[in-house]
T-cell receptor
């Protein structure tokens, strides 16, 4: 049972435009959501997170939106840069989960073209 | 600041051989520790996590085991590797609090031939 899903395996955008990466989840107990960025042969790097008490969190070029009723979150990157090309994972956790486990989506490969 | 070290970066092992991957964290105490595997073209699968020395929880039954002999050391092992054990193995740590962020090591690319 895939509780966190990223339905788009890849996304290609032009430099300077907006990149929108989407993520859906099924477990209503999830209350904290994170986005990670991963380059090939490296570990994922934390980008931005959002708590379920908020619907938006912004950090520089990165904004995460959360729609709890739709169980959907998205990551917006504006403006997109070639260095943003990487695999992006969304992840979710439930308060009180033993060990604070994260459930990851399958990832979306973002390619930003110069 | 906290750092996480994972080694080796790449490893090629024959089927049936043993495995030992090590992960250490510096700059923090009593972290939660995690082992993940990323198979080719797939997401991150949690294999083991630990909230303290000697405390290991297994997420997926398999050919692997984990141990935490010291507070900031996490070891992934196998007595006999299978071809299906090939993948990219990642160690991560987090503070033992809610709404935590996990920080990942650089990973180990394991090829079982």
């Amino acid at each position: 049972d895939q509780q966190v899903k990223q339905n788009s395996p890849s996304l290609s955008v032009q430099e300077g435009r907006i990149s929108i990466l989407n993520c859906d989840y099924t477990n209503s107990m999830f209350d904290y959501f994170l986005w990670y960025k991963k380059y090939p042969a490296e570990g994922p790097t934390f980008l931005i997170s959002i708590s379920s008490i908020k619907d938006k969190n912004e950090d520089g070029r990165f904004t995460v939106f959360l729609n709890k009723s739709a169980k959907h979150l998205s990551l917006h990157i504006v403006p997109s840069q070639p260095g943003d090309s990487a695999v992006y994972f969304c992840a979710a956790s439930a308060l009180g989960t033993s060990g604070s486990r994260l459930t990851f989506g399958e990832g979306t490969q973002l390619t930003v073209n110069p | 600041s906290q750092t996480i070290h994972q080694w080796p970066a790449t490893l090629v092992q024959p089927v049936g051989s043993p495995l030992s991957l090590e992960c250490t964290v510096e700059g923090t105490s009593n972290p939660n520790l995690y082992w993940y595997r990323q198979a080719a073209g797939r997401g991150l699968q949690l294999l083991f996590y630990s909230v303290g020395i000697g405390q290991i929880s297994s997420e997926v039954p398999q050919n692997l085991s984990a141990s935490r002999p010291q507070d900031r050391q996490f070891i992934l092992s196998s007595k006999k590797l299978l071809l299906s054990d090939s993948g990219f193995y990642l160690c991560a740590w987090s503070r033992g609090v809610a709404k935590n962020i996990q920080y990942f090591g650089a990973g180990t690319r394991l090829s079982v031939l």
